[in-house]
């Protein structure tokens, strides 16, 4: 894998859905799983606005792999919102 270029990390490496007006989840679902280029693509792209183009020159990859970290990065945050499901950040030793 060629190395990518991550410059900013994650305020925080998990997130919790809230309970529903004070009630707690009624079980514990699996975690969704986001890695760190994924996180910096949405970053980059979603949070301070730049092309895909500039995002993979500030990442050191192709404007594709952007794309593709992007793509993915999104509909996990999708799924967490809709499926109330965690969400954490990994690199590749674990967590941030």
Same mark, same amino acid.
């Given at each position: *894998?060629?190395? +990518? ?16 007006? =004070? @009630? ?18 949405? +970053?980059? @792209?979603?949070?301070? =606005?730049?092309? %895909?183009?500039?995002? &993979?020159?500030? *990442?050191? @990859? ?9 793509? &993915?990065? +999104?509909?996990?945050?999708?799924? *967490?919102? @809709?499926?109330? %499901? ?11």
């Amino acid at each position: *894998m060629k190395p +990518r270029a991550i410059k900013g990390l994650p305020g925080a490496s998990y997130f919790l859905p809230a309970s529903h007006a =004070g @009630v707690p989840l009624r079980r514990p679902r699996e975690p969704i799983v986001m890695t760190l280029d994924e996180f910096e693509a949405l +970053r980059l @792209v979603d949070h301070e =606005g730049l092309l %895909q183009e500039e995002a &993979s020159t500030r *990442m050191r @990859v192709s404007r594709g792999t952007v794309w593709r970290c992007l793509d &993915s990065a +999104r509909k996990k945050v999708a799924k *967490m919102i @809709v499926d109330g %499901q965690p969400l954490v950040i990994e690199g590749e030793e674990g967590p941030v």
